[in-house]
């Protein structure tokens, strides 16, 4: 049988309004959707009526092996599906995108890649912070603030020394440690902060 097809669609951070028209249409030409724990029910909502949802998300004391998810986007893939990997903000930024498209082509099946809106950049813009200001920050940094070993394992004495501004994503367990490390680095304990 013919191979199916599989794209890689960022949800955004949410708001299904912040979907792509690309990311809708396709979405809504699925047979299966594999989804994020996260992953607005509204947004769920655009899939089409008779698309399969499979929730494979990631939560804290139930994992879900990110080897299964490559399997099984292989096999609905091989079973000549159109299949949608939908995950929150884009695919490509601490999404394991790139590691389910490096496991489709090495399967031999292409996918495409449709880009949602970060919340590296959505959710301090919703907050009305810019992450870049002529006069104040001249770059942004997005660093995640936890490793695949659950550790705090960046080099927070160096990113402390950009001189732009820290956009921390997944930080909340390590918080104070990230603040402690940020500031002895040399960050003025002075600096804004906010957590969003």
Avoid: Y
């Amino acid at each position: 049988s013919a191979l199916g097809s599989v794209t890689l669609i960022g949800a955004g951070p949410g708001d299904p309004e912040l979907l792509t028209l690309k990311a809708v249409r396709v979405l809504g030409e699925a047979e299966v959707v594999l989804h994020d724990a996260l992953i607005d029910q509204r947004v769920l909502g655009l899939a089409h009526p008779d698309a399969e949802l499979i929730d494979v998300g990631k939560r804290k004391g139930k994992p879900v092996s990110q080897v299964m998810i490559c399997e099984l986007l292989v096999a609905l893939a091989r079973d000549g599906k159109r299949v949608v990997r939908l995950k929150g903000g884009d695919p490509f930024v601490f999404g394991r995108g790139g590691e389910e498209a490096l496991a489709l082509g090495a399967a031999g099946i292409t996918c495409d890649v449709v880009p949602g809106v970060s919340s590296s950049v959505a959710a301090p813009a919703l907050a009305g912070i810019p992450v870049t200001h002529r006069e104040l920050s001249r770059s942004f940094t997005v660093v995640t603030g936890t490793t695949a070993d659950g550790t705090n394992g960046a080099d927070w004495a160096a990113l402390a020394k950009t001189g732009g501004t820290l956009v921390i994503l997944m930080g909340v367990t390590h918080r104070g440690d990230i603040a402690r490390a940020l500031i002895t680095g040399g960050l003025d304990p002075q600096t804004p902060a906010a957590a969003i």
